[in-house]
């Protein structure tokens, strides 16, 4: 059984930082396409950051320089790292793992991420 578990999120101010975690399980991390995704109130799901099985990283414009994406393989787990928050970055952040077949796709249960003064 495949198990994303977030967990990282809360309440900061704007210029505020957040670590955002996914514990994996039932799966290697490392085998996946993973992802962060976050979705705002009465807006779509979107992309954050993504590593590719291959290493390659992807951001969305809005957060290239301020947001990091990495993972720890021997914990299974990878990492969001959020700077210089802005209120706009406030929704709810999901975990993704994305098999580069496309047989495969998990989502965690989002973690909330509120950024307001």
């Known amino acids: 059984q495949v198990q994303l578990v977030e967990s990282g999120g809360g309440s900061v101010q704007p210029g505020g930082s957040l670590r955002l975690s996914c514990a994996a399980s039932?799966?290697?991390?490392?085998?996946?396409?993973m992802g962060w995704y976050r979705q705002a109130p009465g807006k779509e799901r979107d992309m954050v950051a993504i590593?590719?099985?291959?290493?390659?990283?992807t951001y969305a414009s809005s957060v290239k320089g301020r947001f990091t994406i990495f993972r720890d393989d021997a914990k299974n787990t990878q990492y969001l790292q959020m700077n210089s928050l802005e209120p706009e970055d406030t929704a709810l952040y999901y975990c993704?793992?994305?098999?580069?077949?496309?047989?495969?796709?998990?989502w965690g249960q989002g973690t909330q991420v509120t950024v307001s003064s």
């Open positions: 993704n793992a994305h098999h580069w077949t496309g047989r495969d796709d998990y």
């Open positions: 039932g799966l290697t991390v490392s085998s996946y396409d």
């Open positions: 590593t590719s099985v291959g290493g390659k990283k």
